[in-house]
């Protein structure tokens, strides 16, 4: 009777996989942005990678999808990339003098904070699920940051405001979304740590 074949390895095991990839890929345009804003001074090609970043951030989640290549990998490390990428990207602006310092500030000071809490409380990844408002927010400075850096190229007044009326929407989501994020984060620990007793109550 012959071997029965080896089972595959579980999809939320897989490293080496096409979603897996494109994220890769989107982390090696943040030095390449970098790259070109500081040192070639090339607003319309910064604005293109930019682009590029994040239809790779709407693709790999697509094909995490279609072909059923969902990783605990990938649920790491795409919004790692984009953290690594819009903060990557605010401090490019910042030392170009495009962004001021405080934008910078109020995008950092909310991630330690959750960041330190994460480490603190679970030793690294408390598998929080990303909130719709989330999205939301990173979808908005994706969309500022370049529209800002257009508006610099172009040297347009109306691109201008238009990209701080988003930016300005996109920091107010932030500070929503770290709000909702710590709270959820402290409720999963006590749900950890102090589970309720299911007998309180009972007569």
Not at 105 to 113: A, G, Q, R, Y
């Amino acid at each position: 009777m012959p071997a029965a074949a080896p089972l595959p390895p579980s999809s939320q095991d897989a490293i080496l996989t096409l979603p897996n990839i494109i994220t890769v890929v989107r982390f090696l345009g943040t030095p390449l942005f970098m790259w070109l804003v500081l040192a070639r001074h090339e607003y319309g090609w910064g604005v293109f990678v930019l682009a590029m970043m994040g239809c790779t951030d709407w693709i790999d989640g697509f094909v995490a999808r279609k072909l059923n290549q969902t990783s605990q990998l990938g649920r790491i490390m795409d919004p790692l990339a984009d953290r690594v990428a819009l903060v990557a990207v605010v401090i490019t602006l910042v030392i170009a003098h495009i962004l001021p310092l405080w934008l910078l500030l109020l995008l950092l000071i909310p991630d330690v904070v959750l960041l330190g809490a994460t480490l603190y409380f679970f030793r690294g990844d408390a598998n929080l699920k990303v909130t719709m408002l989330g999205k939301t927010r990173t979808a908005a400075l994706l969309i500022g940051t370049p529209l800002l850096l257009l508006a610099e190229a172009l040297d347009s007044e109306g691109t201008r405001i238009a990209a701080w009326i988003i930016l300005v929407a996109a920091m107010v989501m932030h500070v929503i979304a770290f709000v909702l994020y710590f709270r959820a984060l402290l409720a999963k620990h006590r749900e950890l740590h102090h589970p309720a007793n299911p007998a309180a109550g009972r007569p």
